[in-house]
């Protein structure tokens, strides 16, 4: 491997590559410290042309990449798997942010720009990028993209997949694919971006994008609401639809139990009476009729008999408080010790029923344990993550499966936002048709024919074909 | 040929297959008549079984499969090109609409539905699918999709690709790939379904989708404004971006020269003194704040001496009437002979020069011929049409070549959203970079070896590998 680690450290220079086991230990784990595995070492290129040059020496000497961005994922896609010899290509380095566009309402951002950075730049201009994460803080665009990250507005405004209008990729030989046009409409034939869209780094590596804005909205409204049971809930979401559709920019469900977690493990005050679950809707809007709007639905919706109990913030810090509520609930979760995250999606008619089998079925299977759900219920994705303790109780190993199952039987997903990575793979494997396998691994075939890019992640393919 | 038409006929039944010539002629012609081509039949296929075991027998005997839709496009793409034997797949019978589930805001549709039915569907359960175009009276969805149509909302909510969250597709080898599932987020490994949106069958035949719906939006305002040139134009979006952009559902643009085409060959009025170019502006909201909101941003327009003239639509007539202008356009240019039609789109601030380009060259080139220039401003969408007259001038042959060299020098696209069909084929084979034209044709051979799906449409491939 000398010759190969002498190529790299010619090609990217002292900055760019690391093979100090201390320097490199953070970018061979998952922040959760669920998956780890080893590298030949941690590229970390300065700009497109040196991962090209970095692309090809791997490609030459049989080694295997991994891309990682701001390494927040929760599925273990940009940690190694040591499947043959691979190395970790951080993407940390490259985080430029072009001057956006405010009425061509566009920017171009390298990959390993950090959301939030992007963000404060767009809102600098009058604009929004409007994809809220818990960990925008640290990932990157590029990350974002491959996985295709979802969050707390994608209800109104989509995935990731909808603000990438041009990527800039670096394919398994190391040609680079410029396709950074800020157009807004561009149907010139087959579009070979979406390839690269949740795809995992499985296809290429994305190394910089043209990013759609969206206007921003002066205003928001964000209330606080318990309702008896989900049927209920649904309903609040038909109701919110019907009147002030187009404004609803969360609808995000959170379950008693999830609360009661966030008052007693993170200290944080719920303002509203129980129900059953509770919902945090926030409406958004640059019409100055916005909180009119709102306090009128939620008389229509307390008229109707929809909700039991409910508080609507009068100030920007109220509104923040609520949104704590929210953002609690994983920190409160990981307070419990142990715990299996399922990220799921379903249709909304199908819900109360799938959820009452999981009750049922985790009752008979693992009694120890405790559901802790909450969710985008305004998107059909619910987070029925299953608390275990210290010490996982009997019967733990059998939960996944149980909740995939029931998803796959009420047509739903069983990774909604976070991805499949190395986590999901096996389950999406034993869910999934053959045909919808077949066309995932023939397009992996095609374009990595020595499967160097990213193997075992998203795509169940480890290894070029013997 | 003869054991193949047997086959067809008992698979698809007498309804299914039709070989009349005179029965077939709609089917050989798109409806511009600039393309014609010889086919052995037209299917007629009425369910997926029927399609997946046609496409099956053509595989075995080596025919390939033109789909068509409503016939509508405007590139050629579902017309025969008499390369080796082929047939039409006409989806017109599979038309099926299912129940829309309004708080799910989906509707799953067969290819064969005609757009503005299914808009009429959604609108009927208080949703909305804004996909608007022209020939919505006639277009299918299966064609909407494979084509990934654009029209004149796209500027607030996307192609049609947004609206796609599942498709049901026939395999080049008849295989049926199930992606039928109502949900917002699925982020389960690769999304097959991107292969199928906008590569205008090349990959294989949309058969059914789920589609998104919307809110929808119960208050609209409609203005149409005259400005004195185009950064004017320019600034009037930003500004109305900056002020109401979330509510913008249409910012079309109008030259002074195609407005007075609409008046003296279609009979309308403008009410609207002359600028260089109009503007049609239209904004909706649920919420009531929208008028006061559109006249301010009026008020503040014409405060800032961006506008010369404009009226307020001040009824639903009113609006219909101001719309009836720029629906006029495209008829008004079929009435003044033969044209040339591009359908370009650049970043807005390259959109001055560019047409300054396009004048001065044309001027030199072609001084007979005119030009005809509207399209979809916020999305950076021009339609620049030349009209030829009955009699094409001299130097008409080499228009379409300058338009499109100016474009790519402008770092735009020679296809918003028309695709590339027949029509551009050519042209977007000499302006794309290698690196593009290599991935269309990989995936082409990957999925499609034989080559059988729409040959020589939006992918240069014509047959399989020697």
Known sequence: MK??????????????????PAEMAPHLTDWRRMFSGPALAVLRPGSTDQVSAAVRLCAQHG??????????????????????????????????????????????????????????????????????????????IGGVISTNAGGLNVLRYGMARDFALGLEV??????????LKPLRKDNAGFDWKHLFI?????????????????PATRHRSVALLSV??????????????????????????????????????????????????FLLVEVASSLDGLAGAMEATLEAAFGAGLVQDGTLAAS?????????????????????GKSLKHDVSLPLRRMEAFLDSVRARLAELAPAARLNIFGHLGDGNLHVNVILGETPPAGASGITAMVHDLIAEAGGSISAEHGLGQYRLDEWC?????????????IKRAIDPN??????????????PK
Chains 1, 2 share one sequence.
């Open 228 to 277: 008896q049971d989900l049927p209920a809930a649904i309903r609040l979401l038909g109701l919110f639809q019907d009147r002030i559709g187009e404004t609803l920019s969360a609808f995000e469900l959170i379950s008693a139990e999830a609360m009661r977690l966030v008052e007693t493990r993170c200290g944080l005050a719920c303002p509203v009476a129980d129900g059953a679950w």
């Open 3 to 20: 010759p190969f680690l002498d190529g790299l450290s010619q090609c990217l220079g002292p900055a760019g590559l690391v093979t100090d």
């Open 316 to 336: 920007e810090q109220q509104a923040q408080s609520l949104w704590a509520l929210r953002e609690h609930v994983t920190e409160a979760e990981s307070r419990c």
């Open 451 to 464: 499967c160097l890019m990213n193997p075992g992640k998203a795509i169940p393919v480890f290894s070029p």
């Open 430 to 442: 034993r869910l999934t048709p053959r045909t919808g396998r077949d066309l995932a691994i023939g």
């Open 170 to 179: 670096v394919l398994p030989d190391g040609t680079v694919a410029n396709g």
């Open 63 to 140: 080694v295997a990449i991994v891309p990682q961005g701001g390494n927040t994922g929760l599925a273990g896609g940009a940690t190694p798997m040591g499947t043959g010899p691979q190395v970790v290509l951080s993407l940390a380095r490259m985080t430029a942010i072009g001057t956006p566009d405010p009425i061509g309402m566009v920017v171009e951002v390298q990959a390993g720009a950090i959301l939030q950075r992007v963000k404060e730049v767009a809102a600098g201009c009058g604009r929004q990028l409007p994809i809220s994460l818990a960990a925008e803080g640290s990932a990157t």
């Open 198 to 214: 949740g795809s995992e780094g499985a296809f290429g590596i994305v190394t910089a994008a043209v990013l759609r804005l969206t």
